[in-house]
């Protein structure tokens, strides 16, 4: 079957499923959704259905972003566009099938919106929700509406179309569209992808590596993730049109085993691949051949770092390795090799597609196009978003994140990972892209993004991004394995309410040892969280050390929890709740914590009644 | 041209800016670089700045290149240098490197402090060649800023041979490269991550299960006392430093002997090691003090009285040995020479039995036996194999057969590993062990009676299959047609049957042998079991033929101057430089450099020697080694002579005992296994009242009042032997001038000669004395390497 052929069957397939006469349930299926509960649903919807004796057809689609609505679920009926639903819980589920597929009550009180062609009354467009007003999805752009693993679907939505027009052109011609567009590496460094791909592209020799970096390892990170999960030939399509222009005849993907479910996608994936004739010998009926080899890794931070990446994936332990010689040159066994991150592969399709004017259309001077964030912390609306580069951090927190939850004060935001900084609230108009993130001493890094309010402490923050930047350290070179620990140490010290002054300056001059001498980029950034901090919140460090106090109530050393005479009025939960037996008092009077045995835990303050308010939390009281 | 530090300088193409920086006498501290190993860019000392490029490129990885403005000193860098090796000490005990009284202290600290835990260099058996202290010294380090963490890590000392205090280790690296890098072990390796990153085993077994092979390379590239050799970490700086040549095999590995109040202490491998280059293995760089300063090593001349051994003077000794020896008739005599002699020894023991007592009847107990040397000599044209150590390391190809490498000739896998890395196939067709798999792409077990189906098999798959050095064989191999005719009989599916192998696996080796290029053959003492051991060599000969590499034939001899010692002509048929005896050209040079008049009719071998003793033929013999068959029948002898450096068996019917000086404390020369004439240099005075062999030898033909035995030292007996051997002209290997025309063998299925004999062996011994019972870590280790014997044959 040639691909016109196939193309022509899938579309019809994706209309027959988008005009089915009997109703549909997209199940949002991804990791995310797994979590939240949604096995649970779609079992207890196969249970109604056959107690109801409705036929209803599941189909499990990707994650469309809003992780705080999750479970979701699309229902669709009549050839009417779906209707998304959000938390849904296996209770609820009953009710609404009943409501509207019997009742013919589409529940707009319930409903998120619509997704597909043609409108419903009293139901928004789901594009028209908050979340995903600001969002131009060009990556995402199948995540959650098709079923990963219909490769079908994906032809359908213009799948393979890239890979298809790339065949017509020469491998410099594909590389001179993606210069045109202007894309850069969404892994973190922001090097253009096109650079990297000539230098390789000019080295002669028999075997050439194209290697997908899908080792996600940033905490609150996701969006590797969710794309693979959602729609994997968008990556692999990628794969297909970077090999073609580096002259490739590997690939490999090389992702974390935490993540089983984007392993199977991906593998079940590749399988459909090679049945079209997608990958194997003579790709499409053109001279190109292609494979590709799923490599799990164990989970290292560090393996995300290229060299230490390529010797993951030829078995070794994963270190960085000396550059020269640079992988382009001379990578997995010894053949030139080119690592592109999963976002920017998932990008690629689209850009041949369409050109590279086109996406370059996107974004801001230096930094083209659209770039998927995690948006996670103290913000209202979490989840998997994609905003064209030069989208404020305004619109990213207050429009699209809602503000903070609990609306706290706003306090600062984390980009970049354990690699990156935290950029404070003065700077909320900052546009977002690599240069102005630059410019505000953090980095764009692969997309995470952390919201931090007023009750975070800044030293505490710091020390986790620091602990886990010395935990994943490959423990290779000196700086980077003993200097992150040396760092720690002292912000534990400041932390225990024991630093001296002296040790901010000692904490700067290991920073930028740490940062000159360090072999790979996961210790020459290491220190940019506490850099960053100390710029932006040295007050806060100074109040650690000179008052012993912690304004954001946060370093148990530093605080203590105290219980209002005044307020209490005895009722007795928090006595009940106190694990430590620290709280006292009888019924209808005044409790009192007794502070030797407190273990700051911070139950008696959640579960005292809002209406009183009782328990306090206090810093400063050591000076 | 490159400018490093304002000076114009040229560099080779592929160096290194730190090589460069070196070679022209610039210091730039470093810590995980080592010679022969891969740049690591760990430890972050030799940073370095260079025009034009951005940070502080570290030295030891970075490729010069023309232009290069470096500067590799300035206060930043210093700084920056001096950073980091503050973190580096904050985690080291460094209490002695900061003290302002150290110097002070070190004087009063002159005596070894055996502790447990190290604390301080005070207290530390690498304190006098630390190289951190050393770099810490170069950069002034007056003070830690940051607090000291002592990892508190369990001492590791369960293994054998050598102690690991990780709380001193600074995760340079060295150890983990040097044994996956040059000795294809990997026995090690970084374990953890992040601050508790540690050097150690797979699932944290002991070395002993890990695969180490306790060659101590580990040690020797360590900078800091992490690794200590447990015998000798508490003597301190040696006395003085020896270099010589490793007698306990026949690679020839170059070590240094360290010597501290009169003994040898310790040995590590000599950097410059021509053979070696800086390796040695458990036998050299552990085993040599232990054996050599043994309670009971031989002191004094015993001779037998009313049935006892006693001692005696020298004087007495040789003079009673003169006197008997010259009773007998010349067919009535016989020596029995050890392959551990030196040079210099053999050459005198075989010219005293030839002149003094007129009688061929020598041979080795040696896998130089005739047969092989003979056959080695229709390959060669010499009584040796021809290939180097350094074509092994050059070659596509390798084939061990008949020898357990790793444990036999350790130092050897290094060069295989080397052409391993390179791309070799390397196959080993033997016993089977499974630290095998490390080293070698294909094993094949096949016991040795299979070796001959085997490499006919393969020989036929070449031939039929064709892909061989078509232009090699046709310009310079003989025979061509014989060799294919002779081949017909061989089915590839019986040779399969018969080696219980698959068809494929034959195939596959053939195809690797034709597809490879040059290749090495590596054959070990195990094809002494075969029928006919000399047929086996000219089937691996053929193979090398083929694949147009005449000279890649090694024998793996298991004495440490097999070679030297057949070279110098201690053997029944030949004199030295394998002339025939009964060749009169010959025959009359010697007799005219000896002024004697020699036998003409080759001697007894071996066995016929070891048979004659026992039928009563033999009437004296004369032993300077203890390898005899235990299962051998001395009663009948009326007179034995045995040098020895320990008591052995032999003694029970010994009528007179020579005590011999050990390698370590002679000087004279052996020829390892590639031909490779090298120096032994005392590195200590002989125990008690012994003597090296060739003076034992002198005293005694002193005494029979013969001429021609006058030497004052080890190096005159070399000069003579320049003389009169063709083959020797000095240290080095010796030319083997390779015949313009080979001839290819045909195959041929022969039975085994009757008059062969198979007898055992300790597999690790010197001159008979089990090294096992000398060393007992080295017992452990073969009980866990599960080498018990090995066996040796000797044909006639």
């Keep these: ?623 | 041209m490159l400018t490093i530090d304002g000076k114009e300088v040229d560099f080779k193409e592929g160096a290194t800016v730190l090589e460069v920086a070196t070679d022209n006498g610039i210091y730039i501290p470093t810590l995980c670089t080592h010679s022969g190993l891969l740049p690591f860019g760990a430890c972050r000392l030799c940073l370095i700045k260079i025009e034009n490029m951005r940070g502080f490129p570290p030295a030891c990885t970075t490729p010069a290149a023309e232009e290069m403005k470096i500067i590799t000193n300035d206060p930043e860098l210093n700084s920056l240098r001096k950073n980091v090796l503050e973190l580096i000490l904050s985690e080291h005990p460094h209490s002695c490197i900061i003290c302002d009284k150290k110097e002070l202290c070190s004087y009063y600290h002159i005596s070894p402090t055996k502790s447990g835990h190290v604390t301080g260099c005070a207290f530390c058996p690498n304190k006098d060649r630390c190289e951190l202290k050393q770099v810490a010294e170069y950069l002034g380090i007056k003070e830690i800023r940051f607090p000291f963490t002592y990892k508190n890590l369990p001492l590791e000392r369960e293994d054998p041979f050598f102690d690991r205090d990780y709380n001193l280790c600074i995760l340079c690296g060295r150890c983990v490269r040097v044994c996956q890098e040059i000795r294809g072990i990997g026995a090690i390796s970084f374990t953890k991550r992040g601050h508790d990153t540690k050097i150690g085993t797979a699932f944290g077994k002991s070395h002993l299960d890990g695969g180490c092979q306790f060659c101590g390379a580990c040690v020797d590239a360590c900078p800091t006392g992490a690794l200590s050799a447990r015998g000798s970490k508490w003597h301190g700086v040696p006395d003085k430093e020896t270099t010589t040549t490793c007698a306990l095999c026949s690679v020839g590995c170059s070590l240094k002997l360290e010597t501290k109040w009169d003994r040898v202490m310790a040995a590590h491998p000599d950097t410059e090691g021509p053979a070696n280059q800086g390796q040695a293995c458990v036998r050299g760089r552990f085993s040599i003090p232990a054996l050599v300063n043994g309670a009971n090593r031989l002191k004094y001349p015993l001779i037998r009285r009313n049935g006892r051994l006693v001692p005696a003077t020298w004087d007495e000794a040789a003079e009673l040995a003169a006197v008997k020896l010259g009773k007998y008739l010349p067919g009535e005599t016989a020596f029995l020479t050890s392959p551990f002699l030196t040079n210099e020894a053999a050459y005198l023991l075989q010219k005293f039995a030839r002149v003094c007592l007129v009688t061929n009847n020598i041979d080795t107990a040696s896998f130089f036996s005739v047969p092989v040397i003979e056959s080695q000599m229709k390959c060669s044209g010499m009584g040796a194999g021809t290939g180097t150590i350094e074509n092994i390391a050059k070659s596509g190809w390798i084939i061990v057969i008949g020898d357990d490498l790793l444990a036999s000739h350790p130092v050897l896998t290094v060069n295989v590993n080397q052409a391993r890395k390179q791309g070799a196939t390397v196959s080993l067709i033997g016993s089977e062990r499974d630290i095998n798999s490390r080293m070698f792409d294909t094993c094949v077990s096949v016991e040795p009676s299979g070796y001959f189906p085997l490499l006919s098999g393969i020989l036929k798959t070449i031939v039929e299959k064709g892909g061989f050095d078509k232009n090699f064989v046709t310009g310079k191999c003989d025979d061509f047609d014989k060799l294919k005719s002779s081949l017909k009989k061989i089915d590839i599916k019986t040779v399969a049957g018969t080696c219980g192998i698959s068809q494929s696996l034959i195939k596959k080796l053939a195809t690797t042998i034709v597809s490879s290029g040059r290749g090495s053959i590596l054959y070990g003492p195990k094809i002494l079991e075969c029928d006919d051991p000399a047929q086996i060599i000219s089937l691996l000969f053929n193979i090398l033929l083929l694949a147009g590499s005449p000279a890649g034939l090694v024998p793996l001899s298991d004495g440490a101057n097999s070679q030297g010692v057949a070279d110098m002509g201690a053997l029944p048929n030949f004199l030295p430089g394998y002339q025939h005896v009964t060749d009169k050209d010959s025959l009359t040079v010697f007799e005219n450099a000896w002024s004697a008049k020699l036998p003409e009719k080759p001697g007894l071998s071996y066995p016929e020697i070891l048979n004659g003793a026992a039928e009563g033929s033999i009437k004296a013999l004369y032993v300077t080694g203890g390898e005899i068959p235990q299962e051998t029948s001395l009663e009948r002898l009326d007179f034995l002579v045995a040098h020895g450096i320990y008591p052995s068996p032999l003694f029970e019917t010994a009528d007179i005992v020579f005590p011999a000086a050990a390698f370590t404390e002679e000087d004279g020369t052996i020829t390892s296994l590639e031909r490779r004439v090298q120096p032994l240099q005392a590195g200590a005075k002989p125990v008690g009242m012994s003597m090296p062999d060739w003076k034992i030898i002198c005293k005694i033909a002193e005494k029979m009042n013969v001429k021609g035995f006058e030497f004052s030292s080890a190096s005159e007996v070399f000069d003579e032997i320049c003389k009169v051997n063709p083959l020797i002209s000095g240290h080095g290997i010796w030319d083997l001038k390779l015949k313009d025309k080979f001839t290819l063998t045909p195959v041929k299925k022969t039975a085994r000669s009757k008059k062969s004999m198979l007898y055992e062996k300790p597999f690790w011994h010197y001159r008979g004395v089990d090294l096992t019972e000398k060393v007992s870590d080295l017992k452990i280790l073969r009980k866990k390497m599960n080498i018990e014997h090995r066996t040796s044959n000797i044909e006639c």
């Design chain 1, 1 to 623: 079957m040639d691909f016109a052929e196939i193309r022509k069957k899938a579309i019809a397939g994706w209309k027959d499923l988008v005009s089915s006469k009997t109703p549909v349930i997209y199940l949002g299926a991804a990791t995310c959704g797994r979590a939240a509960g949604i096995e649970a649903v779609a079992e207890e919807i196969r249970k109604i259905s056959k107690e109801l004796s409705l036929n209803i057809r599941l189909v499990e689609v990707g994650c469309i972003g809003p992780c705080y609505l999750e479970p979701l679920i699309y229902i669709q009926k009549n050839g009417y566009p779906s209707v998304c639903y959000g938390k849904i819980t296996p209770r609820k589920i009953k009710k609404l099938l009943e409501d509207y597929l019997i009742n013919n009550d589409p529940r707009p009180d319930l409903a998120l919106g619509t997704l597909g062609d043609g409108q419903i009354n009293g139901i928004p467009g789901l594009f028209e929700h908050p979340m995903l007003k600001y969002q131009t999805r060009l990556v995402l752009r199948n995540c959650g509406i098709i079923d990963p693993e219909q490769i079908d679907h994906y032809i359908a939505r213009y799948g393979y179309l890239g890979i298809k027009k790339a065949l017509g052109m020469s491998p410099s011609e594909v590389i001179d569209e993606v210069k045109t567009s202007g894309i850069r590496g969404r892994g973190g460094a922001g090097f253009p992808t096109w650079k990297k791909w000539e230098i390789c592209h000019n080295v002669q020799s028999d075997d050439k590596y194209l290697i997908c970096n899908a080792d996600e390892g940033d905490p609150g990170a996701f969006m590797n993730r969710s794309l693979l999960e959602g729609d994997p030939h968008a990556v692999l399509e990628g794969l297909l049109i970077g090999a073609y222009a580096i002259g490739a005849n590997h690939g490999y993907i090389y992702i974390r085993a935490e993540y089983p479910l984007a392993i199977k996608r991906l593998e079940h994936a590749i399988s459909q691949m090679k049945s079209y004739n997608l990958l194997g010998n003579n790709i499409l009926g053109s001279d190109f051949s292609f494979d590709i080899k799923i490599k799990k890794g164990a989970g290292a931070f560090v393996c995300g770092e290229e060299t230490a990446l390529i010797a993951s994936v030829m078995g070794k332990r994963g270190m960085p390795m000396p550059r020269p010689p640079f992988p382009a040159i001379s990578g997995v066994w010894g053949k030139p090799t080119i690592i592109n991150n999963v976002e920017t592969l998932g990008t690629l399709a689209t850009i041949i597609r369409r050109g590279g004017e086109w996406f370059a259309g996107f974004g801001s001077k230096f930094s083209k196009g659209t770039k998927t964030f995690s948006l996670v912390g103290k913000v209202k609306r979490t989840g998997l978003i994609e905003i064209p580069l030069g989208t404020p951090l305004k619109t990213i927190i207050f429009d699209i994140g809602g503000g903070t939850s609990g609306d706290k004060k706003f306090k600062a935001v984390q980009t970049g990972g354990p690699s990156g900084g935290c950029i404070p609230a003065e700077l909320i108009s900052l546009p977002v892209d690599y240069e102005s993130l630059m410019s505000a001493y953090s980095i764009m890094g692969s997309g995470g993004m952390i919201v931090l309010d007023e009750d975070t402490c800044v030293v505490d923050i710091a020390s986790y991004f620091l602990s886990f930047i010395q935990a994943e350290s490959c423990g290779k070179c000196s700086p980077c394995r003993i200097g992150t620990k040396v760092m720690l140490d002292i912000l534990e010290k400041i932390k225990s309410g024991k630093g001296e002054m002296a040790d901010i300056d000692k904490l700067i001059s290991l920073a930028k040892t740490i940062k000159k001498a360090s072999l790979c980029g996961l210790g020459q950034t290491a220190p940019n969280s506490v850099l960053s901090t100390l710029r932006y919140f040295r007050s806060e460090y100074e109040a650690h050390i000179i008052d012993k106090s912690c304004p954001a109530l946060v370093c148990k050393d530093l605080i203590k929890y105290t219980i209002s005479k005044e307020k209490c009025a005895g009722c007795g939960i928090c006595r009940e709740k106190c694990p430590a037996g620290a709280i006292t008092g009888k019924k209808k009077k005044a409790h009192i914590i007794n502070e030797s045995l407190c273990v700051k835990c911070g139950i008696c303050y959640q579960v005292c009644p809002a209406k009183y308010g009782a328990v306090e939390k206090k810093t400063g009281f050591l000076t």
